[in-house]
T-cell receptor
Framework: NAGVTQTPKFQVLKTGQSMTLQCAQD?????MYWYRQDPGMGLRLIYY???????DKGEVPNGYNVSRLNKREFSLRLESAAPSQTSVYFC?????????????FGPGTRLTVL | QQPVQSPQAVILREGEDAVINCSSS?????VHWYRQKHGEAPVFLMI?????EQKGHDKISASFNEKKQQSSLYLTASQLSYSGTYFC???????????FGKGTRLHILP
């Protein structure tokens, strides 16, 4: 099992460019999450998906869109990147909604917006 | 509502004990603890559910006081490998919407 995988690992964008961060899990988990991590700010929830076909906003959703393509994949899109979106992005998954369990994190994507 | 962690940073010598606190202004269903090494992804430590159950394995344990909406992580006889940033995450409504605190940096000196 690969667990949670994220692509790309690193990305540099110019202000105004768009891109999609990809996340996939092979553990048959129902819930998936996108977090961003900035120095001194901890992990902040952007969006999460409790199951295939559903998505909900987290703490900091502005400037982002998500798609739960199927049970395995959950993508994060930046339509018009801004320097404030420079961050490390982590995807995570957990087996079931409402049944507290381990969140498994991917290795992260380091994004720089110039 | 982001939980508040204290202290922000701790420096210890190997073998000393540490306590990291996590508090919320709202009633909690569960508290999750993770450790993150520099440049790596967070790694799960334990989950505590409403009910005040204390958990632990090896020399790391945690408690959950639901009346005070607080959780504490106890690291006993710290080892060099315990160094890293510790995050608590809280779930208010049993909907797996986990909100993390800003973290506590722990540095263990030999």
């Amino acid at each position: 099992n690969a667990g949670v995988t994220q692509t790309p690992k690193f990305q540099v964008l110019k202000t105004g460019q768009s891109m999609t961060l990809q996340c996939a899990q092979d553990m048959n988990h129902n819930s998936m999450y996108w977090y961003r991590q900035d120095p001194g700010m901890g992990l902040r929830l952007i969006y999460y998906s409790a199951s295939e076909g559903t998505t909900d906003k987290g703490e900091v959703p502005n400037g982002y869109n998500v798609s739960r393509l199927n049970k395995r994949e959950f993508s994060l899109r930046l339509e018009s990147a801004a320097p404030s979106q420079t961050s490390v992005y982590f995807c995570a998954s957990t087996p079931l909604v409402g049944d507290p369990d381990t969140q498994y994190f991917g290795p992260g994507t380091r994004l720089t917006v110039l | 509502q982001q939980p508040v962690q204290s202290p922000q940073a701790v420096i210890l010598r190997e073998g000393e004990d540490a306590v990291i606190n996590c508090s919320s202004s709202k009633a909690l269903y569960s508290v999750h603890w993770y450790r993150q090494k520099h440049g790596e992804a967070p790694v799960f430590l334990m989950i505590l559910l409403k009910g005040g159950e204390q958990k632990g394995h090896d020399k790391i344990s945690a408690s959950f006081n639901e009346k005070k909406q607080q959780s504490s992580l106890y690291l006993t006889a710290s080892q060099l490998s315990y160094s890293g940033t510790y995050f608590c995450g809280t779930d208010l409504n049993r909907d797996d919407k986990i909100i993390f605190g800003k973290g506590t940096r722990l540095h263990i000196l030999p």
